[in-house]
């Protein structure tokens, strides 16, 4: 089976810098997009960034200029670098990627979310 595992998350003060990864494993044949979403108490899981196997790119206009999303594809890992924090980017950060296992249909894997609490 595939598993999707975060790290990186942690406590941090506005205007700091956090670094996620999400590193798949498993019977993998292929990975295709991979994204990173994130749920607040009482708000709607939103999608943060996502890039594709070839390195399309695309953010939510409030991460914009400030998160980067990267991939490496040797790894099976996919990264958010997270710059100026504010307090509303205080959510639980979960990745997700589309998986291709022994050459069936792809389908997403979500991994169990990271926590990042953006506080003085």
């Known amino acids: 089976q595939v598993q999707l595992v975060e790290s990186g998350g942690g406590l941090v003060q506005p205007g700091g810098s956090l670094r996620l990864s999400c590193a798949a494993s498993?019977?993998?044949?292929?990975?295709?997009?991979m994204a990173w979403n994130r749920q607040a108490p009482g708000k709607q899981r939103e999608l943060v960034a996502g890039?594709?196997?070839?390195?399309?790119?695309n953010y939510a206009d409030s991460v914009k200029g400030r998160f980067t999303i990267s991939r490496d594809n040797a790894k099976n890992t996919v990264y958010l670098q997270m710059n100026s924090l504010k307090p509303e980017d205080t959510a639980v950060y979960y990745c997700?990627?589309?998986?291709?296992?022994?050459?069936?249909?792809?389908?997403?894997?979500w991994g169990q979310g990271t926590q990042v609490t953006v506080s003085s």
């Open positions: 890039i594709t196997r070839g390195g399309s790119i």
């Open positions: 498993g019977s993998i044949f292929n990975i295709y997009d």
């Open positions: 997700n990627a589309a998986i291709e296992t022994m050459r069936g249909i792809p389908r997403d894997y």
